[in-house]
T-cell receptor, first 109, second 113 residues
């Protein structure tokens, strides 16, 4: 039930955009996005719910295609602080989440 | 301040020793979770609890045990049966509603001597 993330890694220059994808083989109720800096805890970015509701940071955008069981996280005008590993967690309506293996994002000057 | 705390930040285990990792939350959350993270890997669920005095095994429960005697606390014991315990352990809590997310503590890094 683990979702698949792509790409596995990406390198950006400051100001460039990136898209991170998350795909599940199961019908989804929710998709949760987190960013983790090395050695730290994952920090919540956004949750997308079946039916279109979204909760999260104003500067982060994401989409959730319920039919395709896919979500994408859009990072625009990247900053150095965006560097880290991005995880998606997928929920099927119960309380547990299944996490992908992460996408390592590196932003360089 | 509301949040989740984990202690210790670093923990060293000797061969054959049981060690306990602490997780406390004051968010009034019903659900609590323990995850294991290995280098370059995602999060794997060890145990979770939806309510006091009840908990369920996750994907990799072997060699671990938990208790949930209080709503605020969900300690994890790494037993001697866990042969490869070196990892980063993360505790999380959630309200229990499917429309709400999980929030993570700062983690405990466990190393074997």
């Amino acid at each position: 039930q683990q979702p698949v993330q792509s790409p596995q890694a990406v390198i950006l220059r400051e100001g460039e955009d990136a898209v991170i994808n998350c795909s599940s083989s199961k019908a989804l109720y929710s998709v949760h996005w987190y960013r983790q800096k090395h050695g730290e805890a994952p920090v919540f970015l956004m949750i997308l719910l079946k039916g279109g509701e979204q909760k999260g940071h104003e500067k982060i955008s994401a989409s959730f295609n319920e039919k395709k069981q896919q979500s994408s996280l859009y990072l625009t005008a990247s900053q150095l602080s965006y560097s880290g590993t991005y995880f998606c967690g997928t929920g099927t309506g119960a309380n547990n989440l299944f996490f992908g293996t992460g996408t390592r994002l590196t932003v360089i000057p | 301040d509301g949040g989740i705390t984990q202690s210790p930040k670093y923990l060293f285990r000797k061969e054959g020793q049981n060690v306990t990792l602490s997780c406390e939350q004051n968010l009034n959350h019903d659900a609590m979770y323990w995850y294991r993270q290995d280098p370059g890997q995602g999060l794997r669920l060890i145990y979770y609890s939806q309510i006091v005095n009840d908990f369920q095994k996750g994907d990799i429960a072997e060699g671990y045990s938990v208790s949930r005697e209080k709503k605020e606390s969900f300690p994890l014991t790494v037993t001697s049966a866990q042969k490869n315990p070196t990892a980063f352990y993360l505790c999380a809590s959630a309200s229990g509603r499917a429309s709400e997310t999980q929030y993570f503590g700062p983690g405990t890094r466990l190393l074997v001597l």
